[in-house]
């Protein structure tokens, strides 16, 4: 299985932006569709965003459409989410995750996991 490492979250104003990365190693990078979640606290890990094997097709929850953006790189072995206009409620662990099979927004669909990188959001 690939290996996932988060990187890039802190504190932002509302309004502010950030860019999270995620490096992959131990396996074939270009294989998987990669995909960021997020758990606030309390709450279910829920789906954000998921680009497909070549970078040109990619997926969002309606919640970050038109604000977030997610892109790889594959000769890095890299996967970005840049977060733009962010809110006080995109406050949460983002996570980074490789996708087996199944459904592209659904949490099992996927079997490797990162550590996870907090952002904040303070209004």
């Known amino acids: 299985q690939v290996q996932l490492v988060e990187s890039g979250g802190g504190l932002v104003q509302a309004g502010g932006s950030l860019r999270l990365s995620c490096a992959a190693s131990g396996g074939t990078f270009t294989n998987y569709v990669m995909g960021w979640f997020r758990q606030a606290p309390g709450k279910e890990r829920e789906f954000v965003a998921a680009?497909?094997?070549?970078?040109?097709?990619?997926y969002y929850a309606d919640s970050v459409k038109g604000r977030f953006t997610i892109s790889r790189d594959n000769s890095k072995n890299t996967v970005y989410l840049q977060m733009n206009n962010l809110k006080p409620e995109d406050t949460a662990v983002y996570y980074c995750a490789a996708k087996g099979t199944g459904v592209i927004i659904a949490t099992r669909s996927y079997n490797s996991w990162g550590q996870g990188t907090q952002v904040t959001v303070s209004s």
């Open positions: 680009v497909l094997w070549g970078g040109t097709s990619t």
